[in-house]
């Protein structure tokens, strides 16, 4: 199946300052991309769905200048948490359709914030 | 709004059991997934659903989709400690994101 890549897979930063969080997709071309974020023990919560060179478009709750979102290529997607607090911990997960496989989705392996 | 109803959450079985996790959802979709989660890790693609009637299998789990009920189920046959895991199921929206269910947390005891 298509591989997504994620990385870091995990992050230890101190309040403050910000994070970039990158999702490749390795075989294939993704013009949509979508974040995720996922608390212990949660199931998945969409953020934004990420269009290769336009806006995301964010869900409702989910601060825009908090979440930077940028899909500059067919292949690479990011995601910048400016300014991190500390109830910005979580993992942070992308994912891509492979345009040549109908109906799936490819998930990367996900990034751990922690936010000091 | 599309919601996406998973039961049980939590789901403790012995060994050799077989169980059935139900996934309804509340509006019209012609996608239907179910993923494996482990402590710390993604998700993993277990089935792709995609037309009503859907039936797949692997290994001692399968999946099915009645799109008129709004409801899939995956069953797991003979259950063996390695399927301890949460499972999602999700379900596609128009804009070609997903739904999550809030996951059963499958445990298997020996």
């Known amino acids: 199946g298509a591989v997504v890549s994620q990385h870091p897979s995990r992050v230890i930063c101190k309040s403050g300052t910000s994070v970039k969080i990158e999702c490749r997709s390795l075989?294939?071309?993704?013009?949509?991309m979508f974040w995720y974020r996922q608390f212990p023990k949660k199931s998945l919560m969409l953020m934004a769905t990420?269009?290769?060179?336009?806006?995301?478009?964010?869900e409702q709750g989910v601060e825009k200048d908090k979440f930077l979102i940028n899909h500059a290529s067919l292949t690479l997607s990011t995601l910048t948490v400016t300014s991190a607090h500390p109830e910005d911990s979580s993992f942070y997960i992308c994912?891509?359709?492979?345009?040549?496989?109908?109906?799936?989705?490819?998930f990367g392996e996900g990034s751990r914030l922690t936010v000091l | 709004e599309l919601k996406v109803e998973q039961n049980p959450l939590f789901l403790s079985m012995q060994e050799g059991k077989n169980y059935t996790i139900y996934c309804n959802y509340s509006?019209?979709?012609?996608?239907l997934y179910w993923y494996r989660q482990d402590p710390g890790k993604s998700l993993e693609s277990l089935f792709v659903?995609?037309?009503?009637?859907a039936v797949k299998q692997e290994g001692r789990l399968m999946a099915s989709l009645d799109t008129k009920a709004r409801l899939s189920t995956l069953h797991i046959t003979a259950a063996v400690h390695d399927l301890s895991a949460t499972y999602f199921c999700?379900?596609?929206?128009?804009?070609?994101?997903?739904?999550f269910g809030a996951g059963t947390r499958l445990t298997v005891k020996p």
């Open positions: 994912s891509a359709r492979d345009l040549q496989i109908t109906g799936e989705l490819f």
């Open positions: 075989d294939f071309q993704a013009t949509t």
């Open positions: 990420s269009n290769e060179g336009s806006k995301a478009t964010y």
């Open positions: 509006t019209t979709s012609d996608r």
């Open positions: 659903l995609l037309s009503n009637g």
């Open positions: 999700a379900v596609g929206r128009n804009n070609n994101d997903m739904r």
